[in-house]
């Protein structure tokens, strides 16, 4: 037995000095469904469609043309081959975060750390995901998620497009709840019901998502109505839907990609000096429609690739493995949620310079949707 402890003990010193020196950095630049270098790479040869590409993607699509040619410009044009020209899309993040950080001096801090995981998944080259940084990005969501129900009202007057995108977004997600008094049928007097105001948070591109703890009543007629009952509220689930809409309000409120109608972002009241979130419209469209299925299904491709791949980083046995089944749901969606908007982003510009479509304008913009 003493002949085996200096084993067992260089043993574990093995074992510990090889778990400091793994690293929790996924990589993603060999995944062929992220084929954000394929938009690059295909309009490489061609300078103009180039120039339009990254202009375009260094702007939200419904700032002006005239913003778009004239911001960010630098001496020497930019090559969508070069680092400097793929990550020109986290621009429009950066300023979401850095007009937080002016509008919540005492929470725009915790936005700093997307700033690192954006630039890591960015470049081509070195694309990857640092599971250590996305994990403080989940602690991050859940925060903000915490103030909506401290500052609600404060932050539904606030300017800050963010803060009053994630509250419209978390409000859809808990069903947008109201109570009302009816008279029974039976006239027996007044009943409170709960009526559920809408089917729950719509993402852009008109998927649905709902807190699971809902009940809903549909009427199908004054005496007749179908409950459906709420499923059971599970913390991997939660977590990973919060965390899901966090991301989806900072991309949004970022990139503002026109969303198809019925989508929670169109519920949005902007303020007196911004213009409403932009409703892709069929008659004038930015895109062909069937570039915009396209778009959808390259960045749901994308979301799919990476929460496989960050999935089976951090579950099992994995030198990643975090053995928390709520922390490893909210990873691997974190992690897809960042790819889809990328491509998203990327793509409804790549087909937007390919097919010649003028780029949006403030005389195009829907009006804003009332609640």
Same mark, same amino acid.
């Given at each position: 037995?003493?002949?085996?402890? *200096? ?11 090889? &778990?400091?020196?793994?690293?929790s950095v996924v990589q993603l630049r060999d995944q062929p469904d992220l084929n954000r270098r394929d938009f690059r790479q295909k309009l490489a040869d061609n300078k103009e469609l180039a120039a339009r590409f990254l202009a375009c993607t260094g702007q939200a699509h419904d700032e002006p043309l005239s913003e778009r040619r004239n911001a960010g410009t630098s001496p020497e044009p930019l090559s969508p081959q070069t680092r400097e020209g793929q990550v020109v899309s986290v621009r429009p993040l950066a300023a979401v975060i850095d007009t937080v950080r002016r509008r919540h001096p005492d929470k725009g801090a915790s936005l ?17 995901? +640092? ?9 991050? &969501? ?10 609600? +009202? ?13 509250? @419209? ?6 069903? +947008? ?19 559920? @105001? ?13 807190? *699971? ?8 007629? /004054? ?11 599970? %913390? ?6 919060? @965390? ?19 989508? @929670?972002?169109?519920?949005?009241? /902007?303020?007196?000096?911004?213009? /409403? ?12 429609? +069937? ?26 046995? %994995? ?38 479509? *003028? &780029?949006?304008? *403030?005389?195009?913009?829907?009006? /804003?949707? &009332?609640?």
């Amino acid at each position: 037995m003493k002949r085996l402890q *200096p084993f067992l003990f260089a043993l574990l010193v093995i074992l510990l000095a090889q &778990a400091g020196c793994s690293s929790s950095v996924v990589q993603l630049r060999d995944q062929p469904d992220l084929n954000r270098r394929d938009f690059r790479q295909k309009l490489a040869d061609n300078k103009e469609l180039a120039a339009r590409f990254l202009a375009c993607t260094g702007q939200a699509h419904d700032e002006p043309l005239s913003e778009r040619r004239n911001a960010g410009t630098s001496p020497e044009p930019l090559s969508p081959q070069t680092r400097e020209g793929q990550v020109v899309s986290v621009r429009p993040l950066a300023a979401v975060i850095d007009t937080v950080r002016r509008r919540h001096p005492d929470k725009g801090a915790s936005l700093s750390i997307l700033a690192n995981v954006l630039d890591d998944v960015a470049s081509d080259a070195t694309a990857s995901i +640092d599971l250590d940084k996305l994990t403080q990005v989940i602690e991050t &969501a859940g925060r903000w998620h915490g103030y909506l129900g401290l500052d609600e +009202d404060q932050l539904e007057q606030d300017s800050s497009r963010f803060a009053r995108i994630l509250l @419209t977004y978390n409000r859809a997600y808990f069903g +947008d709840l109201s109570f009302t008094a009816r008279r029974d049928y039976a006239g027996a007097g007044l009943r409170g019901v709960i009526k559920v @105001t809408s089917k729950g948070f719509v993402d852009r591109s008109g998927n649905a998502l709902l807190f *699971p703890g809902i009940s809903t009543e549909i009427e199908v007629n /004054p005496s007749n109505s179908v409950r459906i009952l709420p499923t059971r509220v599970d %913390s991997q689930r939660v977590s990973a839907d919060l @965390t899901r809409i966090f991301l989806e309000a900072f991309f949004d409120a970022a990139f503002r990609v026109p969303a198809v109608h019925g989508a @929670t972002a169109l519920q949005m009241e /902007p303020d007196s000096q911004e213009l /409403p979130y932009p409703e892709f419209d069929a008659n004038l469209p930015t895109i062909p429609l +069937d570039a915009l299925a396209r778009v959808t299904r390259d960045a749901l491709r994308a979301e799919a690739a990476v929460t496989s791949l960050v999935g089976k980083a951090v579950r099992g046995g %994995s030198v990643f493995g975090t053995q928390n089944e709520t922390l490893a749901a909210s990873l691997e969606t974190a992690a897809g949620v960042i790819a889809k908007k990328f491509v998203e982003h990327e793509g409804f510009c790549y087909f937007q310079v390919i097919t010649g479509q *003028p &780029a949006l304008t *403030p005389r195009d913009q829907n009006e /804003p949707n &009332a609640k």
